[in-house]
T-cell receptor
Framework: GEDVEQSLFLSVREGDSSVINCTYT??????LYWYKQEPGAGLQLLTY?????DMKQDQRLTVLLNKKDKHLSLRIADTQTGDSAIYFC????????????FGAGTRLAVHP | DSGVTQTPKHLITATGQRVTLRCSPR?????VYWYQQSLDQGLQFLIQ???????AKGNILERFSAQQFPDLHSELNLSSLELGDSALYFC??????????????FGSGTQLSVL
């Protein structure tokens, strides 16, 4: 079945690294995504990883994928106050025509 | 700005009523998706259209319907509204020409409050 789970809250100090975790159930998912939602705005794609990759780095963002454990994580280096938002993990099941299955979202709070 | 326009931004109505939410996709995008975001259910996929035709269906209630018009804009119709339909409704669009890994662009949503 299709299910994506995330922890709901994360609080970090400015300048520290943030790690947001996600688990998914559909092992045949081909692509996994991280979206960011700022207050009053729609979702914005941050990054994605193909299921045959273990890691992807994009500036301050590092995505790690453990396919065996169906675990995805997003690391934000040098977290800034502007990173405060809700972060959603999402998967696209095969044959899903880009339909996204989202987790509940992790609210990241960055404090000085 | 994602290029996806949703109207209205806010809608307040009463139980039993019917409303229509409108979405204009990014220029050139053929696919439109509708999502519902509520506190208890999170972000739920409702339905997807591609070039006027329904392509995928998710957890959409029978009281809800959608369509995509020849100019590619889409409307989501919600009828016999219940308190539990109060949510943020997002529209997203994508190019539509690939079957996978297309980037979805989201509108800023319509906040529906059913009183």
């Amino acid at each position: 079945g299709e299910d994506v789970e995330q922890s709901l809250f994360l609080s970090v100090r400015e300048g520290d690294s943030s790690v947001i975790n996600c688990t998914y159930t559909d092992s045949s998912s081909t692509y996994l995504y991280w979206y960011k939602q700022e207050p009053g705005a729609g979702l914005q794609l941050l990054t994605y990883i193909f299921s045959n990759m273990d890691m992807k780095q994009d500036q301050r963002l590092t995505v790690l994928l453990n396919k065996k454990d169906k675990h995805l994580s997003l690391r934000i280096a040098d977290t800034q106050t502007g990173d405060s938002a809700i972060y959603f993990c999402a998967e696209t099941p095969p044959g899903g025509y880009n339909k996204l299955i989202f987790g509940a979202g992790t609210r990241l709070a960055v404090h000085p | 700005d994602s290029g996806v326009t949703q109207t209205p931004k806010h809608l307040i109505t009463a139980t039993g009523q019917r409303v229509t939410l409108r979405c204009s996709p990014r220029s050139g995008d053929l696919s439109v998706y509708w999502y519902q975001q509520s506190l208890d259910q999170g972000l739920q996929f409702l339905i997807q259209y591609y070039n006027g035709e329904e392509r995928a269906k998710g957890n959409i209630l029978e009281r809800f319907s959608a369509q995509q018009f020849p100019d590619l804009h889409s409307e989501l119709n919600l009828s016999s509204l219940e308190l539990g339909d109060s949510a943020l409704y997002f529209c997203a669009s994508s190019d539509g020409r690939q079957d996978f890994n297309e980037k979805l662009f989201f509108g800023s949503g319509t906040q529906l409050s059913v009183l």
